[in-house]
């Protein structure tokens, strides 16, 4: 089965938030949430695609943006490479663009064992990073 290549970023918003938005129902793990993204296009590099799915999916132009980290993760069904960008910086206000809800969520909130915003197994490792992060703060 071939690797679907996706970038994913993390957004980075006011007061230590983090934007996530809902997959589509009839999608591939459809109704959890996720860090915005899609797939790379041919000839297109990961800053190049990190920069057109945010404008496409949330109508926002990335200022400032840094590669994070990589996720291979393989479903019963699909094998995907996540290519983890942080944006720090944007212009425009990020809105679900293609009809997907959208929300600012506190880090501390995304992280909670108890928490309402259930991921895809192929992000576990970006909330595990997260999470690192977040301790490690002073």
């Known amino acids: 089965m071939k690797r679907i290549h996706v970038v994913a970023a993390v957004i980075y918003g006011n007061l230590n938030e ?29 800053y190049q695609g990190l920069v057109r799915e945010l404008n496409e999916e949330l109508a926002i132009k990335v200022i400032a943006a840094n590669p994070f980290m990589q996720v291979s993760h393989d479903y019963s069904d699909k094998h995907i490479l996540l290519d983890v960008w942080q944006v720090t910086a944007f212009e425009g206000e990020a809105r679900g663009a ?24 192929a992000n576990r490792p970006i909330l595990d990073a997260l999470a690192t992060i977040l301790h490690h703060r002073p």
């Open 18 to 46: 983090i934007l996530i938005a809902r997959r589509p129902d009839h999608l591939h793990q459809g109704g959890l949430w996720e860090f915005p993204g899609g797939k790379i296009e041919a000839n297109e590099t990961t």
């Open 98 to 121: 293609e009809g997907q809800e959208c929300c600012w969520v506190p880090i501390k909130i995304l992280l909670r064992e108890d928490s309402k915003y259930a991921f895809p197994q």
